[in-house]
């Protein structure tokens, strides 16, 4: 199994070590296992592991699911992971989204501000941040070939039953927070829903031999 590596920020190692994997049913861990078997194919083979996670507007669930991912792989010290998102459209990546990774310990910082912010989200001191925009799943910033395309939404999996350039699709659908938009649960949903696809990354990353 992976081993851990603590240079995280503390605030998120705290979060981490919340974690609970007991919570994760055996129905989920089927669904986790393709991705743990792409992650484990590519690491012992060397490779690098491209994953890009998909939903239709890139705005909540797959910009959660990014920044967690790229987190856990460092946290296990899995090398040559990188971490995408994008959408069968663009929006905007969601601010109650942001807050939700601030007030996990992410330091996070807007770097333009639009209608399409751009938003630099770090994890560790000494580690590249993460730059977190909305844009659709074939945007250059995104991979083209050798990618493991991660369908985070069940309307972006039915939409997009072929991702080009993917070497494998994998539905992981995420249940969306943003029904609870503009109500008093808004806060503890985005919580919820950031704190589920922590821990199912956290779990798919502690399976990997490295």
Known sequence: ????????????????STLNIDTITDERKEILQPLIDFIQLKATSSQE???????????????????????MA????????FCYSGGTEATALFPMAAETLRNSG???KTISKNENPVYSIKYADNEHPIIGFSKKL???????SEFAAIMTCDSANEACPFVPGAEKRIPITFEDPKAFDNTP????????RSLQIATELFFVFSQINS
């Open 106 to 108: 992410f330091q996070i």
């Open 138 to 144: 074939d945007d250059d910033f995104n991979p083209k």
């Open 185 to 192: 649960q808004q806060a503890e949903k985005y919580k919820e």
């Open 49 to 71: 592991i491209r994953i890009n996670f998909i939903c239709t507007h890139n705005s909540r669930r797959s910009h959660l699911s990014q920044v967690w991912s790229q987190t």
């Open 74 to 81: 460092h946290y296990f010290d899995i090398k040559n992971v």
């Open 1 to 16: 199994m992976a081993t851990t590596k603590t240079t995280l920020f503390t605030e998120i190692e705290k979060v981490i």
